[in-house]
Each structure stands twice: as structure tokens, then as C-alpha cells.
């Protein structure tokens, strides 16, 4: 059923395992559907409907057919208006994955109301690691700005740093704690870490992540600044270091 296969699909998006035989199979099924009323694509609902796009953007699998099956739902007032904060988020977050398709540009349509949903107040506090991270930026000299909230309100960013010039993108330096990645594969990124870079590289973001364990696992202040510079000139941004790229 529809219900089976999204929470079978879901696993392996949330453990950002890879599912390509899956989301053909899933695809090829809807495609069957005469219309998008009847087969399998008549089973889901919106909310449903919107779950399965999100797997689809997280595990990077675009399909027509998933698009189609959700601006079929997501044409209808009356099923707009049942979708959960959730549900508008990973409409939100299909979106910004394909974002250059054509479907991206129709849901572009519903943003206000996805921004509305998820409206994010800013946090009080960073956590240890993040302050960490702040105090060797602070040693190096280079300007930043913690818990950031993006322009649009759909997320909060660890720290932010301007570019070098005004037209340059803004570096994302997201600090991963052990809940961003799988506990039965340490290093592994989970499904909703995919998707925030995905977010915030769509709104023109360059996205740096310090993963806990390569943090702990430098050391020294040097170590740790070494680190971060190496970091900040893979991102292009050569003009906060002096250093060669080792």
C-alpha cells in the first residue's frame, strides 16, 4: 500500500541510505495510475503525498511522477489547509532540492505559506561545541554571527560569515553534534541533515559542516584553527586565510 511504502522509503531517506531500485519501483507504479485519482497514486493523501517528495529530495531522486502526484494535492485549497507545520516544511524542502525543475516553480507558489508555518524564533543559547567553534573564529580575527535565522525564517544556521565582498554568498558553518548522524553508522549523516544543507545551499548559501567527532578529534587550538581555515579555503573563501591549501 501507499502507507507501506512511505514508511519503508522514509527509513531509508531519515538514514540518508541510498534506495535508487526503490524510488524507481515506487515511480513506475504511479505511473501505472490512469490518472492521479485511482492505482497507486489514488491511495495517497496530501500529507502522504508530501512525506514521499521529501524522501525523493533527501535521497536526491527526482521523479516526475512523484512531482506530478504532489501539485496534484498541493493544487487543492481544502487539502492545503490540512497539511501539519511537517508537512509544509517538506514541501518546502522538495522544492528547494529541484529547484530547477518546473514543478519547483509552482510550489514556489505556496512559500509564503510555508514560511509562515515555520516561523523560528531564535534560539537563547549555543550549544558547547558551537561556542567552541565561535571562539577559534574569534582567534582568527574573522567576523561572525551565531544562530543565525535565515531571511526566510525556515532555519536557524550555527554561524554565519559574510563574504569577502558584498556579492559573495554568505559561508553556512553548520556545527553537527552526534544527533546529525546515524547511531548505527556514527558517521553517516541523517535524512534531516541532508535536507537543511539542501535548504540553505537553495537560498544561496555556501554550507561548511564541522562533524563532532573530526572536531574532538584535532586536539590543540592550532590543530583546531588549522582545521578551520583548511575548511573555510575548500569553500573558496581563500581571502579569510594566508595559508596554502594542504
Known sequence: TASDLNMVLSAFAKLNHPAPRLCKVIANELAKSRTLRDGLAGEFDTRAATFLGWSYAVLGEWSPEVADLVLHHMSTSGARALLSDESWMQVYQFEAAFREASAAAVLRGYRTQSMHAFAIEKPAYSSQLHQEVSTVLDRLGIEHETEHVTDDGMAVVDIVIDGPQPSAPRIAIE?????????????????????????LESSGYVVVHIAYFEWNEV????????????????????????????
Open 175 to 199: 556545527v553537527d553534534g552526534p544527533l546529525h548522524y546515524c547511531s548505527n553508522v556514527p558517521r553517516r549523516e541523517r535524512g534531516r541533515t541532508v535536507a537543511k544543507r539542501q535548504l
Open 219 to 246: 586536539g590543540s587550538d592550532a590543530s583546531k584553527e588549522r582545521l578551520l581555515r583548511r575548511k573555510l579555503q575548500i569553500a573558496n573563501l581563500a581571502a579569510f586565510s594566508h595559508e596554502p591549501v594542504i
